[in-house]
């Protein structure tokens, strides 16, 4: 609504004309209307009221039907078309009651009263028409609102459908650097940690790539037990140097075939811990340090250098264990020729919940007797 209508409305008394050919019917109009709170105007020619319509804009207008100038009802007909939400009443007599009737059906008139009027239903009628009037604006005013408000919602809806856009790009921009990132370092994990397992393997030829295969056995077991990828990716690469320690240990000793003395012996069984010394300064996203310094620890607490049981055993070194033995008994070793897979089912199959955990046995066993399996 703007300013002048709220005047109007509120504070401005209803402007009401009244268009009559006759005098007198306008005279006693007029006294009908005298002490009612209304601005009223009144017109012996419909033209000059059309003319006054358009310089200002009335709230109610009254016509009589038979006029020389024009009929009411095409009088009322060009108010509409001229200031549409003005109420238009149609005063009538009885032999014109079918141009009335046609008149609201056309939708020009708000309704008709019928000659001669009752004051009291007259002034009751062109109240209504008032009322109705207030509604009117009242509606264009709602709407005009709802109009605003829409197109208000509308900026903000297409501003947030483009701020989400534009996060949900730098979300996935962020998400493939991350990744990318992460990419990188894994490899240069790997690439550590094959380094590494290559310095013990240079000093200790007959137990060339078995750290490697190992490592291999290791992940083929822990998938086998439906560990998640990234556990199965830890304890294979823990396993690729799960005797990282040996570089302690002298080369004449690893690579000698034939017994060993205790303190020979001694001095082999320290090499989980200096695996786990070396390690533990390398923050991997796996407890690889852990698992290199468990990989010796037996179920029933027989291991080194702990003496661990049970589940104080990490599940990765218990995997990694099991890997270890199996491939140290099936593969050739500087005091013995290879024993072969038969020999390590055998071992496995004895030891089963005494030295070895029996999930990690029962799951080995099926990698290594499923058909056409080799280190
Ligand atoms: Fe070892």
């Known amino acids: 609504m703007s300013s002048a209508q709220f005047l109007q409305v509120f504070f401005m008394r209803p402007i009401i004309f009244f268009v009559d050919d006759e005098p007198l019917v306008l ?63 149609m005063l009538t007599g009885q032999t014109d009651l079918d141009a009335a009737v046609a008149a609201i059906n056309q939708g020009n008139v708000f309704r008709f009263i019928s000659k001669p009027w009752d004051d009291r239903e007259l002034r009751l009628a062109v109240h209504e028409a008032v009322r109705h009037r207030e509604l009117i604006l009242e509606n264009r005013r709602l709407l005009d609102l709802t ?87 830890g304890i294979g690469l823990a396993g690729s140097l799960h005797d990282l320690g040996k570089i302690y240990v002298p080369a004449e000793i690893l690579n000698r075939p034939g017994r060993l003395t ?68 099936a593969s050739h070793r500087p005091y013995r020729p290879a024993l072969g897979v038969e020999m390590a089912v055998e071992e496995l199959r004895r030891n089963r919940g005494v030295r070895f955990d029996p999930d990690v046995v029962d799951a080995c066993l099926e990698v290594v007797q499923e058909p056409g399996f080799a280190f």
């Open 147 to 233: 109009r605003q408000q829409n197109a208000t919602l509308r900026d903000l809806n297409r501003n947030l459908e483009r701020k989400v856009r534009e996060r949900t790009r730098l979300i996935g921009e962020n998400e493939r650097a991350l990744k990318a990132a992460l990419e990188r370092l894994k490899r240069t994990i790997h690439g550590i940690v094959g380094a590494m397992a290559l310095t013990v393997e240079t000093r200790d030829p007959y137990t060339a790539g078995h750290q490697e295969r190992v490592g291999r056995l290791a992940r083929s077991v822990a998938q086998r037990m439906g560990l998640s990828e990234d556990r199965v990716e």
């Open 262 to 329: 205790d303190l020979e012996f001694e001095l082999i069984k320290t090499h989980p811990q200096v695996g786990y010394d070396i390690l533990k300064r390398i923050e991997f996203p796996w407890p690889i340090a852990g698992i290199v310094h468990q990989h010796h620890e037996r179920l029933d607490g027989s291991g080194y250098p702990l003496g661990l049981k049970g589940h104080d055993i990490l599940l990765e070194a218990r995997i990694v264990a099991v890997a270890d033995v199996v491939e140290a008994i």
């Open 27 to 89: 005279k006693s109009l007029d006294r009908v209307f005298r002490k009612e709170p209304y601005e009223v105007t009144l017109f012996q020619s419909p033209q000059s009221a059309l003319a006054k319509m358009k310089i200002r804009e009335a709230d109610v207008v009254v016509s009589d039907q038979r006029m020389p100038e024009m009929p009411g009802s095409e009088f009322l007909a060009r108010v509409k078309a001229l200031r549409p939400d003005t109420v238009r009443l």
